[in-house]
């Protein structure tokens, strides 16, 4: 069983509506969770981070973590055609960071 | 604005060529980060500085090489590039081993003919 398991997707889904993108992982000694997202050539840009079991929010964006179940989620309330891009999740351990694959998000006009 | 720039953007190389990827950073972080990313893989961790600390992954071939002249430098070395290198190599930053809040630089696609 890999470390982290993220679905590559593609996802499609209709401008405005809320988008749900989810890892796994396998690791209890997993610490920080992250979400990253990578427009394609780019390089992933930060776009929250957890500590604790629970929901973090900011502006359209809502980190959800569940320790217990080993499952972080991001949601993406009224989606736009700018959100389209890869979402890796990532954890880190032992002072590194190991990232999810990446789930490709498109984003319908 | 504060940033990590990687040069070039695109490089193409032959099979067997040296080749340096270079990575500069504005943020005054001290410590940098060196990826590889392969199509729809995830970034996987070739090795990291902490100031001049240099720490390798154990699975990083010998083939790759790192320098970090100052802070704000950092050089990834092909010393004979396969076909199995060709990915986007990406830098980071932190301000410290804080790793939860690194920041990538735009990454240099790397092209093996």
């Known amino acids: 069983q890999k470390e982290v398991e993220q679905d590559p997707g593609p996802l499609s889904v209709p401008e405005g509506a809320i988008v749900s993108l989810n890892c796994t992982y396998s690791n209890s000694a997993f610490q920080y969770f992250m979400w990253y997202r990578q427009y394609s050539r780019k390089g992933p840009e930060l776009l929250m981070y957890?500590?604790?079991?629970g929901n973090k929010e900011d502006g359209r964006f809502t980190a959800q973590v569940d320790k217990s179940s080993k499952y972080i989620s991001l949601f993406i309330r009224d989606s736009q055609p700018s959100d389209s891009a890869t979402y890796l999740c990532a954890m880190n351990r032992d002072d590194k960071i190991i990232f999810g694959k990446g789930t490709r998000l498109h984003i319908l006009p | 604005d504060a940033m990590v720039i990687q040069n070039p953007r695109y490089q193409v190389t032959q099979f067997g060529k040296p080749v340096t990827l270079s990575c500069s950073q504005t943020l005054n972080h001290n410590v940098m980060y060196w990826y590889q990313q392969k199509s729809s893989q995830a970034p996987k961790l070739l090795f990291h500085y902490y100031d001049k600390d240099f720490n390798n992954e154990a699975d990083t071939p010998d083939n790759f090489q790192s320098r970090r002249p100052n802070t704000s430098f950092c050089f990834l070395d092909i010393r004979s590039p396969g076909l199995g290198d060709a990915a986007m190599y990406l830098c980071?930053?932190?301000?410290?081993?804080?790793?939860?809040?690194?920041?990538f630089g735009p990454g240099t696609r790397l092209t093996v003919l």
């Open positions: 980071a930053t932190s301000r410290d081993s804080r790793v939860n809040e690194q920041f």
């Open positions: 957890t500590y604790s079991s």
